[in-house]
């Protein structure tokens, strides 16, 4: 019994870190998309482009301006569950060692950067 709740926790482990790993790359791919945006946007203006040019451009940069804070959202709610669960994980001393709590801890820092 203890061996299947301690498999189910090491599962747990992997994919939460997982996710965690996931939602911090598609930050980082959001952030320089923002960037991308704001330059984009800036150089319309500089070049007095159409109207409607600048407004989509607006829209666009808002729009991502969403996304990074829907991520930044996504992050802590997944990165609060990792947490929780590393620390139900160690207190399970088959898994004070293991590669899948060292590999989540590490998740957990970077999530936390």
Known sequence: MAEDKTAALRKQLKVKASVVKRLVK???YYTQE???LKL??????????????IKN????????????????KRIGDAAQELRSLIMHSKADPALSEAEELLN???EMEAATL
Do not use: F, P, T, Y
């Open 26 to 28: 598609e930050q980082k």
């Open 34 to 36: 923002n960037q991308d």
């Open 40 to 53: 984009k946007l800036d150089k319309l203006v500089a070049n007095n482009a159409d109207e409607w040019d």
């Open 57 to 72: 451009g607006r829209r666009l940069l808002e729009e991502s301006e969403k996304m990074i804070a829907d991520s930044n």
């Open 104 to 106: 989540a801890e590490e």
